[in-house]
């Protein structure tokens, strides 16, 4: 004889269904100057969940690589030799759900360092329509304004000239508050100017507030002195 038994096995499945936390970070850019302190940039959400920043980076579509030491909070402010050194930077924020590294979302932040370069010039003496008369001859001059990262933005340009403020206009008299990136533009400074000392320029982006500073090196003044001839007999 046989005998036979039917068995019935029930399977469970569990699964836990990860919910991403959706990560953003403000602002999403900022801009300081070369050698400037940067402020915080802050990600949400801010609670449940834990952060990791990376960078600087080169892109967002890279590795991230490592993660900074000790920043794993939900504000950051970048520091260090970055902020020394001119051009575009990206950061990363990893944000998981607490306790799942696996759950998680990035979000990318902004950091431009710009730096203004301006190549030196060589000044010209004007003689302002009087070459017999030194005492109203001004300097004249090109400068090209650059800066890195590239940017559309306005400049101004002020001047002193031994200590003392000097006014600096484009060629044809109007304001110099409005220089553009990347092309070059003639000034000259004020009538009486020339042959009084070098010209120190500074050179403000309108936006950043970031600014450098050039010296234009007098050229002296170019007034043509007439000497009595002695007369001839031809």
């Known amino acids: 004889t046989s005998a036979s038994a039917e068995i019935t096995v029930t399977y469970i499945y569990c699964s836990t269904t990860c919910t991403k936390p959706v990560a953003s970070a403000s602002p999403q850019k900022q801009t300081i100057c070369v050698g400037g302190t ?24 890279g590795s991230l690589g490592t993660a900074i030491s000790g ?17 575009t930077k990206y950061y990363a924020v990893v944000v998981n759900t607490t306790g799942d590294v696996a759950c998680a979302d990035t979000a990318f932040v902004e950091l431009d360092v710009s730096k203004i370069t301006v190549p030196a010039v060589t000044a010209l003496c004007h003689a302002n329509g009087t070459p ?4 109203d001859d ?23 000239q031994g200590g003392n403020p000097l006014a600096v206009t484009l060629s044809n008299g109007g304001a110099a508050t409005s220089i553009n990136c990347g092309l070059n533009t003639p000034l000259r400074t004020a009538s009486g100017s020339a042959g009084k000392g070098n010209v120190t320029l500074t050179i403000t982006d309108n936006v950043t507030g970031c600014s450098t500073t050039l010296v234009v090196t007098d050229p002296g003044t170019c007034a043509v002195t007439c000497v009595q001839g002695t007369p001839s007999t031809v």
């Open 38 to 61: 940067a402020t915080a940039f802050t990600a949400t959400p801010s609670t449940g969940v834990e952060y990791k920043w990376y960078g600087p980076l080169t892109s967002t579509s």
């Open 138 to 160: 001004y300097m004249t001059f090109s400068i090209h304004v650059g800066t890195e990262p590239m940017s559309t933005n306005k400049f101004t340009v002020t001047a002193t």
């Open 71 to 87: 920043a794993t909070n939900a504000t950051f402010t970048p520091s260090g030799a970055a902020l020394s050194t001119a051009g």
């Open 132 to 135: 017999e008369d030194a005492t």
